[in-house]
T-cell receptor, first 113, second 113 residues
Framework: ELKVEQNPLFLSMQEGKNYTIYCNYSTTSDRLYWYRQDPGKSLESLFVLLSNGAVKQEGRLMASLDTKARLSTLHITAAVHDLSATYFCAVGVSGGGADGLTFGKGTHLIIQP | GAGVSQSPSNKVTEKGKDVELRCDPISGHTALYWYRQSLGQGLEFLIYFQGNSAPDKSGLPSDRFSAERTGGSVSTLTIQRTQQEDSAVYLC???????????FGPGTRLTVL
């Protein structure tokens, strides 16, 4: 059974600081996604990582994937209040009938002025 | 263009009643997924459709849950004899093809009294 672990689950940080959210998964995967969820809203797709060593950046967020270590990171640079949200990583396993994504529990991020 | 839409946005029902939840995927997306999100269980995969067929029903929690998709487009998730533990937000997602990026709808918040 595929397990996806995120840490930390809760993070309070100050504006201007840098931090990293980690996503570990238990079995071989070829697809990893990062989503953002604001309170009372649905999931917004941030990044799609499909290969070992993949790195993607959008604004102050950068995601990377190490398939050998079964680890993805979401790095926040010089955080601003607008980035406050819950961030989920999700892992897909192709084939074997397991077509849905398995999500981590989410990291609740609060960025304080 | 239009995103994934779901209806109703909120549904309150009494224990033992049947409910139907609807999802309209993004036009042209062949893959459709149902998930549910609850405080206790996080985000869980329920079922996946490719076209009108459902090759992966592995996440349906019981035989009270069923889903169909017609015309390769609209999908309906039906929960029979609802129980209080069915209370959750039910999210629908669609993707262009089987392993592509999934885009989520706004969800249906189901409350079973």
């Amino acid at each position: 059974e595929l397990k996806v672990e995120q840490n930390p689950l809760f993070l309070s940080m100050q504006e201007g600081k840098n931090y990293t959210i980690y996503c570990n998964y238990s079995t071989t995967s070829d697809r990893l996604y990062w989503y953002r969820q604001d309170p009372g809203k649905s999931l917004e797709s941030l990044f799609v990582l499909l290969s070992n060593g993949a790195v993607k950046q959008e604004g102050r967020l950068m995601a990377s994937l190490d398939t050998k270590a079964r680890l993805s990171t979401l790095h926040i640079t010089a955080a601003v209040h607008d980035l406050s949200a819950t961030y989920f990583c999700a892992v897909g396993v192709s084939g074997g009938g397991a077509d849905g994504l398995t999500f981590g529990k989410g990291t609740h991020l609060i960025i304080q002025p | 263009g239009a995103g994934v839409s779901q209806s109703p946005s909120n549904k309150v029902t009494e224990k033992g009643k049947d409910v139907e939840l609807r999802c309209d995927p993004i036009s042209g997306h062949t893959a459709l997924y149902w998930y549910r999100q609850s405080l206790g269980q996080g985000l869980e995969f329920l079922i996946y459709f490719q076209g009108n067929s459902a090759p992966d029903k592995s996440g349906l929690p019981s035989d009270r849950f069923s889903a169909e998709r017609t015309g390769g487009s609209v999908s309906t998730l039906t929960i029979q004899r609802t129980q209080q533990e069915d209370s959750a937000v039910y999210l629908c997602a669609s993707s262009l093809w089987r392993f592509a990026e999934q885009f989520f709808g706004p969800g249906t918040r189901l409350t079973v009294l």
